[in-house]
C-alpha cells in the first residue's frame, strides 16, 4: 500500500539513511530502535511535517510527496505523534474536530459537534469526560487517548501511532489494542512505534528495525525473540535482561524516614493521601491515568498549593506543605515531571543549559556571579555519555533531541541537582529498552545512597521489577500499599480499580 | 423544574465569576465619581459618554481578535486616520456618494489590515514590527493624501453619529454594540474564531494538525482593519471632519481595554464582551476625571494606578478562587 | 436661550456660572501657564464663577478634546472657553454647545471662518495673532544677519493652524529681508526630535547662520545641536512661547528672542469675555486680538 | 596553525550568520544615503548621529533584557522623563551635588522599574499592563515635579554628553558602549542572565526547576528602569534640558531596535550587540532621512517600510539558511 524508497533525512547530522519498506493493509507494522535512531522522523517524513532530503514513496500506486500534513490526511495518511499537540484552551470536542470542525457556511454546528464527540470519547474510554471542558482541565494519559481519538476517527489508509502507550496504563493500552485489531480488519495500514517489546510482540504482523537512521531488516512476527530484536536494535549488541530479573538487591535495611507525608489532599483529585517513605526505599505508586498520581507528586512538590495535610523530610519536624518548588527543592525534594515540553525543558535551549538550570539558584550563589558556562558544558558532556545521550553536542538545542534522548536530558538536570528525596513521575516515558536498563541502575544506585525514592509509572512490570513497595492510588485516594520483592500483579490491579468501583463507601486508611 | 432552577442558577454564578470583578469596578468608579463629580450621575452624562465610545469600542473588538490569535496590531490608529483621510478624499475631492465612499474607506482598512497579517504570518515575522512598520506608512500616507491638513466633511456624515431623538444614544452606538455582539459570536460560534483560539493558543501544534494558518489570521486582521476603517467613519462623522492625525496612541488605549477585560496578550484567551468593559472602565475614568477637572498630572496617574488595580483584583480574585 | 440653560442648572448656585476652560496639552507649558493664570483670576474673583479646566493628552488627541466639549454640555457649565487643537474639527461640537443654551469663547488658535459660516455659527475670539508675532521675532534675526545667509526653520506639527502661521510669519519676515532659507522641517514641536534634526541641518548646510523654531522647545533642542557641533558663536537660535527655559538661555546668551504671547492673561481674556456674555447676552461678542511681545536679551530682568 | 586558521574562519563564518543580515543593511542605509544625501559620509555627521544614541541606545539594552526575560518595559519613556525630572529638582532646587543627583535620579529609575518587576511577577499580571500603567503614572509625577515645565540645567551637566577633543565622541557614548557590551555579558555570563533566557524561554520549567522568578524579574526591570535614569541623564545633558514631555513614545522605538535586532517578544532570545545594530539602522535612516530634507509623510512611510524589509530580509535569509 505506502512504499518508501531510499528515504533520508539530513539535520546536522543524518537522522535516517537511505531506509526503504513496505507497509501492507490491514498489518500492522511494529518500527523499532533506540533512542534518536529516526522512528520518528522517518515517521514525520510519511506526514508530511518534515520534507526529506531524498527518496521518494508511492501510497497506492501513485506517487506521494506530500509537503504539509494537510496534504498527507488528504491522501488519507495520518499520524499520532509522540510529542502531545493538544490546545489547552480549547474543548475537548474542538480539539477532537480542529481538522475538521463541522460547520455550515463556517458557523459551528455545536449540537452535531456535541454529539459525535460523546461518541469518540465513548469510544476511546473518556466517556467520563464533558466534551465541552477544556482540554487544561486534563492530564497527561488523557490528553494522550484525546490525541489518538483527534486523530484517528476519520477513516484513513495508513495510520502512524508513535509511542501512543508510552503515557497509557493498562486498562487503556487494552482498549487500545482492541481499536487497533478493528482497525486492522478495516484494511488500514498500521506503522507501530514502541519501547514496550512485549507488546510488539504481541501486536505486530511485521518488525522493522533502524539503528542509527538505516533499516536493520524487517521480520514476521515470531521470528524474533525479544533479546535479538534488542541486540539489533543496539551498537555495539547488548543483550538486555528482562525486567522481572532485575529485582532490587534486597529491600532497604535503613529505618531513617525519607518522607511522610499525612493526609495529603489537593481538591478535587487528591484525598487524604498518608504514606512514608524510607531512605534508601523505592517506593512506586501504581494506577490508571486519571487516578490523580500527577496530582499527588505534584502537591508534595508544591508545584500545586496543596489544601491540607503535612510533610515531614528527613527527620525535620513536619511541616505545611510546600507553597512553591523552590521551597521544596531547598528541603532536598527533587521532582522528575510527567510533561517534559510544558514544564521540564527549555525546548529552545541547549543541552548543557537545561542541564545547568536546577544549579542557577543555589543559596550562597549570587545574581551577578558567573554562570560558568563551560563547566556546565563538560557536566553535561559526561551525562551525554553516562546516559547514551544521542547528540551532535552539547548546544545542540533540546527541542530537536529525540523523546526518548529528551527525557534523558529530564534526568541528568536533576541527577546533577542532587536531593534527598526523588520524585519521579513516569521516568522512563519513551526511553528504549536498553537505556531503560541504564535507567534502572541509576534509580538503584540513588536508592544506594540513601536517597528515598518515590516512582509513579503506568508500566505495572516496571514497577514490579523496580520497587522495593508499591502503593496504589485509584480515584485520589491511597488504596492499598504492596512490599516486594513478590508482588501479586492480580491484587494490584485490583486495587487499582477499588476506588471506582466503590465510590465514596472505602475511606482511607 | 427542579433542576431548571438550578441550572439557571448556575449560569448566574458563572456570568459573575466572568464578569463579576470588572462589573464592581465599572459600578465602583460610577459610585465614586456619582459622588463627587456633580451633574455625573444623569441621563446625558452617561449618554454623552455612550456616544463618544464607538470608535474605541470597534477598535478594541478588533483588537481583541487579533490578540486572541496570538497577534498584535499596533497599527489600528494610524489605519483609523488613513481610512478616516481616505474617506474625506472620496467625499470631498472625488465627490463620490455617501455609502460608496464609506465602503472605500473600510476597504482600504481592511487592506491594511489583511497585509499587516499576510505578512507577519506568511513570513513569519513578528507581527509587532510589521504592525509597527504599517503604523508609520499608514499615518505618513493619511498625511500624504491630506498634505497635512484636517479637511472639513460638512454634516453629510453626522447622522451617523447624532443621537437618535428618542433614544438619546447614536446610530454609531448601535453599532458599535452589534460589533461588540458579533465579535463575541464570531469568537464562540464561528469556525474562524475557534481557529483563531487555536492559533493563539499554540500555532505550532494548529500547523502540525494539518490546519493552514496564513489564511485566517489575514483574515483576522483584515477584521480588525476594516474595524478600524469603520471606526474612522464614526469619528469623523463626530467631528465633521477628517484629520490625518486621529487616533495617536490608540493602540494602547486599545490594548488596554484589551487586558483589562482579560485577553492575554500572549494569545488563546479572551472575551470581546469583556474587552467592551474594559473599553467602559477607561472611559467613564476619563470622563470622570474631566468632570472633576482633574489636573492633568492627577489624570495620568489616576489613570494608571487604576489600570493596574483593575487587573490587581481581577488576578487576586481569579488566585483566591482556585483556592 | 441662555435662559433655558439657567433653569436646568442646579440651583444651588443660579447666580454663579460654571465656566468650563478646554485647553490643549497641559502638559505643554504655554498651556499650563494659561491654565495658571486662569485659576488665579478664579480665585481672586471665586464668588463671581466657577472653573474647570481640562485638557488633552497630547495636542493632536482631536476626538478627545470633542468628547471633553460633550462632557462639560453634560456637566451643565454656562460657558466653554476652548484653545482648539484644530481650527476646524471642533467647530461642530462647539456647535451643539450653543444650541445647548452655552456661551462659547474661543481663545488662542482661531476657529476657521469658512467652517463657522458653513455651520452658521458666531464665535469671539481672543488670542494673539501668530503669524505677526512670528514675523517681529524674525525681524529681529534678520537685523544680526547679512541678506543672502542661509536659515533653516522648524516648523511644529503641520496640521496645527497656528504652526502654519508661525511659518508663514518666519517665512515673511526672512523673504522681506532678503535671506535665504534652506530647509524647513517638522520637528512636531519636540525637543528631542528637533535636536535630531538639527543636528542633519547643521551637516547638511555647513554655511548656516540661524534657525528659527517655531516654538521654545525645538529651539531648546537647536541649541543643543549647535553646540554639539561647536557652532555656538555662528548659528542664531529664536524660539516663540517664552517658557521659563528659553528666558533663561536668552539671558545666558545662547538664544537671540522669542515671543511672549502672555499665556497667563489669554485664559483670563476668554473669561472675561464669557462672563460679559453670560450677563449681557444681548451684547454683540467681538474679536479681540492680544499683545505678542518680542523678548530678547534687553527686555528680560535680570 | 591549520587548526588555528580554520578555527579563525568558522568564527569570522559564525559572525557572519550572526551579524551579517543587520551589517548588511546598514551598510547599504549609509550607502543610499551617502550617494544622496549632502555631506553625509562625513566624519561630523557620523559622529553627530554616534553622540545622538546613546539615550536610545542604553534603553534599548534594558528592554532586550526585558524582552528576552519574556517581559515587556512600555514605561521606559515616561521613567525616562521622571528620572530626568528628578535630577533637574535635586540638582537646581534642592542644590545637591551633581553625583548626588545623578544617582539620586538613577535610583528613582530602578525603583520605578523594580516596581514594575515586582507587581507583574509576584502577581502574574501582565507586563504589558502593569508598566503601561506606570508609563502614565510616571509621565503624570514628571509633570507634577516639574510644573509641566521645560528647565533648564545649563552646562553643569554638559561634560557628559560633550565630544571630547581628540576622539569625537561623547563621555555618552563611550558609556553606551560600555553597557552594550556589560549587557551582552550578563546575558551570556551570569547567573542572572542565564535565569533570564531560562524565564523567557519557558517560565513553568524554571519554576518547576525549584528556581525562584520573582527574583530575577524584579532585577531585570530594575536594571531597565536604571538604565531609563542614565538615559534622562544623557539626554538631559545633551539638551541642557528637562523636560517632562521627553522620551514619549520611546518605548516603540526601543522596541523597534530590539525586534530589528532580532530579540523574540515572546522571549528566550536576543542578542544586546544585535539590539545596538538595530539602534544604528533606525538612527542611520532618521539622520539620513533629515539631511536629505524630506517631507514628514515621506520620513514616515519610508521608516515604516525599512523596518519592515530589514526584519523580512532577516527572517528571508534565516529561512534559506534552514533549507
Ligand atoms: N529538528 C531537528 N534538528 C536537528 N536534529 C534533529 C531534529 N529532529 C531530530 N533530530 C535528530 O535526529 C535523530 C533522530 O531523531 P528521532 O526523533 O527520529 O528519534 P527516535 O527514533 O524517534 O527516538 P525516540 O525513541 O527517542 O523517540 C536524533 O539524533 C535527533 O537528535
Ligand atoms: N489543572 C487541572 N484542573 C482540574 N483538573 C485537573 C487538572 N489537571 C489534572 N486534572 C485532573 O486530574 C486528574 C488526574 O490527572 P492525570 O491523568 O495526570 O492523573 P495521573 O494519575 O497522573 O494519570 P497519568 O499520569 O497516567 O496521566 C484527571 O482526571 C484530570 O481531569
Ligand atoms: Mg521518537
Ligand atoms: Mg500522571
Not at chain 1, 543549559?353 to 563551560?374: E, K, S, V, W
Not at chain 3, 512661547?241 to 515671543?259: F, P, Y
Request: proline share 4%; net charge neutral; glycine share 8%.
Amino acid at each position: 500500500m505506502l512504499k518508501l524508497d531510499s528515504l533520508t533525512k539530513d539535520f546536522a547530522t543524518r537522522a535516517v539513511d537511505q531506509v526503504s519498506l513496505e507497509f501492507a493493509p490491514g498489518q500492522v507494522h511494529a518500527l523499532l530502535g533506540a533512542n534518536g535512531a529516526g522512528k520518528s522522523t522517518l515517521c514525520k517524513m510519511i506526514a508530511g511535517l518534515i520534507l526529506p532530503t531524498q527518496g521518494s514513496m508511492v501510497l497506492a500506486g501513485k506517487k506521494y510527496s506530500p509537503d504539509s500534513k494537510r496534504q498527507a490526511q488528504r491522501a488519507g495518511v495520518q499520524i499520532v505523534q509522540q510529542e502531545l499537540n493538544v490546545l489547552e484552551t480549547l474543548t475537548l470536542a474542538e480539539n477532537l474536530f480542529l481538522s475538521n470542525l463541522p460547520n455550515r457556511w463556517g458557523i459551528l454546528s455545536r449540537r452535531t459537534m456535541h454529539r459525535r464527540a460523546c461518541e469518540i470519547l465513548v469510544d476511546f474510554g473518556l466517556g467520563d469526560l464533558d466534551p465541552h471542558a477544556p482540554a487544561s482541565s486534563l492530564g497527561v494519559g488523557q490528553q494522550q487517548l484525546l490525541e489518538i481519538a483527534a486523530n484517528t476517527w476519520q477513516p484513513t489508509q495508513v495510520l502512524i501511532l508513535d509511542e501512543p502507550t508510552a503515557a497509557l496504563s493498562t486498562r487503556e493500552s487494552q482498549r487500545l489494542f482492541e481499536k487497533i485489531h478493528f482497525w486492522k480488519h478495516q484494511g488500514v495500514a498500521i506503522l507501530y512505534i514502541s519501547h514496550r517489546l512485549a507488546e510488539v510482540q504481541t501486536l505486530a504482523d511485521r518488525i522493522s528495525i533502524l539503528r542509527d537512521g538505516r533499516l536493520q531488516g524487517t521480520w514476521s512476527r515470531g521470528e524474533l525473540q525479544e533479546c535479538d530484536i534488542v541486540a539489533k536494535m543496539t551498537n555495539p549488541a547488548k543483550s538486555i535482561a528482562p525486567i522481572s530479573s532485575i529485582l532490587p538487591a534486597s529491600p532497604a535495611e535503613s529505618s531513617r524516614q525519607a518522607l511522610r507525608v499525612e493526609q495529603l489532599r489537593l481538591s478535587p483529585k487528591v484525598q487524604n493521601v498518608s504514606f512514608s517513605l524510607r531512605a534508601g526505599e523505592i517506593l512506586g505508586v501504581a494506577g490508571l491515568v486519571g487516578s490523580g498520581r500527577t496530582e499527588l507528586l505534584r502537591a508534595i512538590f508544591g508545584a500545586d498549593r496543596a489544601s491540607g495535610g503535612s510533610l515531614q523530610v528527613g527527620d525535620k519536624p513536619a511541616c505545611k506543605p510546600f507553597r512553591n518548588p523552590n521551597e521544596a527543592v531547598r528541603a532536598g525534594l527533587v521532582m522528575i515531571s510527567e510533561d517534559r515540553k510544558a514544564d521540564g525543558l527549555l525546548l529552545t535551549e541547549s543541552i548543557a543549559a537545561n542541564i545547568q538550570l536546577p544549579m542557577l539558584d543555589r543559596p550562597g550563589l549570587g545574581r551577578f556571579a558567573l554562570a560558568r558556562t563551560g563547566q556546565a558544558r563538560r557536566i553535561a558532556e559526561t551525562y551525554c555519555q553516562n546516559l547514551a545521550i544521542r547528540c551532535d553536542s552539547t548546544d545542540q538545542s533540546v527541542g530537536t533531541l529525540s523523546g526518548g534522548n529528551q527525557q534523558k536530558v529530564v534526568l541528568a538536570k536533576w541527577l546533577e541537582r542532587d536531593g534527598t528525596v526523588f520524585l519521579m513521575d513516569e521516568p522512563t516515558r519513551g526511553i528504549d529498552v536498553a537505556a531503560r536498563q541504564q535507567v534502572y541502575e541509576v534509580i538503584r544506585n540513588l536508592a544506594k545512597a540513601g536517597k528515598g525514592i518515590l516512582v509513579v509509572s503506568s508500566d505495572l512490570e516496571e514497577l514490579i521489577g523496580l520497587c522495593d513497595s508499591i502503593g496504589v492510588m485509584s480515584n485520589g485516594r491511597w488504596t492499598a500499599s504492596f512490599s516486594g520483592p513478590n508482588y501479586e500483579p492480580q491484587a494490584i490491579l485490583e486495587a487499582m480499580f477499588a476506588g471506582y468501583s466503590a465510590p465514596e463507601t472505602s475511606t482511607p486508611p | 423544574m427542579k433542576d431548571h432552577a438550578v441550572s439557571s442558577n448556575r449560569a448566574i454564578q458563572q456570568t459573575l465569576a466572568t464578569y463579576g470583578g470588572l462589573l464592581v469596578a465599572i459600578l465602583a468608579l460610577l459610585g465614586f465619581f456619582g459622588v463627587f463629580a456633580k451633574n455625573f450621575l444623569t441621563a446625558t452624562t452617561l449618554l454623552t459618554m455612550a456616544n463618544s465610545i464607538p470608535d474605541i469600542t470597534v477598535v478594541a473588538v478588533g483588537m481583541t481578535l487579533v490578540l486572541i490569535a496570538g497577534g498584535i496590531d499596533l497599527s489600528v490608529g494610524s489605519v483609523l486616520a488613513l481610512s478616516a483621510c481616505c474617506l474625506g478624499w472620496l467625499m470631498v475631492d472625488l465627490k463620490l456618494p455617501l455609502w460608496l465612499a464609506s465602503l472605500g474607506a473600510i476597504a482600504l482598512g481592511a487592506c491594511c489590515g489583511g497585509l499587516n497579517g499576510w505578512i507577519s504570518a506568511a513570513f513569519r515575522i513578528p507581527a509587532f514590527i510589521v504592525t509597527l512598520g504599517m503604523l508609520e506608512i499608514a499615518r505618513g500616507s493619511a498625511y500624504w493624501i491630506t498634505d497635512s491638513n484636517t479637511k472639513y466633511v460638512g454634516s453629510s456624515l453626522g447622522w451617523f453619529s447624532d443621537p437618535i431623538a428618542p433614544l438619546g444614544v447614536s446610530v454609531s452606538f448601535l453599532i458599535a454594540t452589534a460589533v461588540v455582539l458579533a465579535g463575541q459570536w464570531l469568537l464562540h460560534q464561528t469556525v474562524l474564531g475557534r481557529t483563531a483560539v487555536a492559533i493563539g493558543t499554540n500555532a505550532e501544534s494548529v500547523r502540525m494538525a494539518g490546519i493552514r494558518t496564513t489564511a485566517p489570521m489575514v483574515t483576522l486582521y483584515a477584521i480588525c482593519g476594516g474595524l478600524c476603517g469603520l471606526a474612522g467613519m464614526m469619528q469623523s462623522s463626530r467631528l465633521s471632519t477628517v484629520d490625518p492625525n486621529s487616533g495617536v496612541g490608540m493602540e494602547l488605549s486599545a490594548i488596554a481595554a484589551c487586558v483589562i477585560g482579560g485577553t492575554s496578550l500572549r494569545g488563546g484567551q479572551g472575551s470581546v464582551v469583556r474587552t467592551f468593559f474594559g473599553v467602559l472602565v477607561i472611559s467613564i475614568l476619563q470622563t470622570g476625571l474631566a468632570q472633576l477637572g482633574a489636573t492633568d498630572p492627577i489624570k495620568r496617574i489616576v489613570t494608571g494606578g487604576v489600570i493596574i488595580l483593575s487587573v490587581l483584583l481581577d488576578s487576586l480574585r481569579k488566585q483566591s478562587a482556585i483556592r | 436661550q441662555p435662559n433655558a440653560s439657567n433653569t436646568s442648572s442646579p440651583p444651588a448656585s443660579p447666580d454663579k456660572p460654571k465656566i468650563a476652560l478646554v485647553m490643549k496639552s497641559l502638559a505643554n507649558e504655554f498651556f499650563s501657564t494659561m491654565a495658571e493664570g486662569a485659576k488665579q483670576h478664579q480665585s481672586q474673583n471665586s464668588q463671581q464663577y466657577e472653573l474647570v479646566v481640562n485638557g488633552i493628552k497630547d495636542e493632536r488627541d482631536l476626538a478627545r478634546q470633542a468628547a471633553i466639549i460633550d462632557e462639560m454640555i453634560a456637566a451643565k457649565v454656562q460657558a466653554i472657553v476652548v484653545a482648539p487643537a484644530d481650527s476646524k474639527a471642533l467647530v461642530p461640537v462647539l456647535r451643539r454647545a450653543k444650541l445647548a443654551g452655552l456661551v462659547v469663547v474661543n481663545i488662542d488658535n482661531k476657529l476657521d471662518e469658512e467652517i463657522l459660516n458653513a455651520e452658521s455659527l458666531s464665535v469671539p475670539f481672543v488670542g494673539p495673532n501668530n503669524l505677526l508675532g512670528a514675523k517681529s521675532v524674525g525681524q529681529h534675526l534678520a537685523n544680526s544677519l547679512k541678506p543672502g545667509d542661509q536659515v533653516a526653520v522648524l516648523e511644529g506639527i503641520r496640521t496645527s493652524f497656528n504652526a502654519t502661521q508661525r511659518r508663514l510669519g518666519f517665512e515673511q519676515a526672512m523673504k522681506d529681508a532678503g535671506m535665504q532659507i534652506v530647509d524647513s522641517q517638522s520637528a512636531n514641536w519636540e525637543t528631542n526630535q528637533a535636536n535630531t534634526i538639527a543636528a542633519s541641518m547643521l551637516n547638511a548646510h555647513p554655511d548656516l547662520k540661524a534657525i528659527l523654531a517655531a516654538n521654545d522647545s525645538m529651539a531648546l533642542g537647536a541649541m543643543a545641536a549647535i553646540k554639539a557641533a561647536n557652532k555656538t558663536d555662528a548659528v542664531q537660535v529664536v524660539g516663540f512661547d517664552n517658557i521659563s527655559a528659553a528666558q533663561e538661555a536668552i539671558r545666558q546668551g545662547k538664544m537671540l528672542a522669542t515671543a511672549d504671547q502672555h499665556g497667563d492673561q489669554l485664559a483670563v481674556y476668554g473669561i472675561e469675555l464669557a462672563l460679559k456674555l453670560l450677563q449681557d447676552p444681548k451684547s454683540l461678542p467681538e474679536d479681540r486680538e492680544t499683545p505678542v511681545d518680542l523678548i530678547t536679551a534687553g527686555s528680560l530682568p535680570k
